[in-house]
């Protein structure tokens, strides 16, 4: 089940990168909302994996992040994810079964923002983001 969720993540991590990629490009101004819905992504992957490695939160859901961290930011949320995903499938933490409901929440919760930012770039007028064509590592 663990394997399910780790490809869900690493193609989300591969989807929000390409949106800050996207959003960033050309030194575009990106506007007020839009930042706010890229920094709850972050924000909120920050504070599910956060939460489950028992780990200090160092930022708030509405806290705007800086375009110039929204990368390394996602990086690092990255790297807690497959953290979690190694210590559960090497049997270092006991009782997976507690751990599968905030998955399915952290994903949903994502897909909420991603969302959210594909309404708000048709807001702005700007080009949306094909995501057919998304790399996946």
Avoid: C
Avoid at 71 to 90: A, I, P
Avoid at 91 to 107: A, C, H, I, M, Y
Avoid at 120 to 129: I, P
């Amino acid at each position: 089940m663990l394997d399910f969720f780790q490809q869900r993540f690493a193609y989300i991590h591969q989807l929000n990168l390409s949106w800050m990629v996207h959003l960033t490009q050309d030194d575009q101004d990106i506007p007020w909302d839009m930042k706010l819905a890229v920094s709850q992504l972050i924000n909120s992957q920050h504070i599910a994996v956060a939460g489950i490695l028992d780990l200090e939160i160092e930022s708030d859901l509405n806290d705007v992040l800086p375009e110039m961290y929204w990368e390394s930011l996602e990086r690092d949320n990255y790297k807690q994810w497959m953290n979690v995903f190694l210590q559960f499938n090497q049997g270092l933490q006991d009782n997976v079964e507690w751990l599968t409901p905030l998955l399915f929440k952290s994903l949903h919760e994502t897909a909420q923002y991603i969302g959210q930012l594909k309404l708000l770039v048709a807001q702005h007028g700007l080009e949306a983001l094909d995501e057919t064509l998304l790399k996946v590592e």
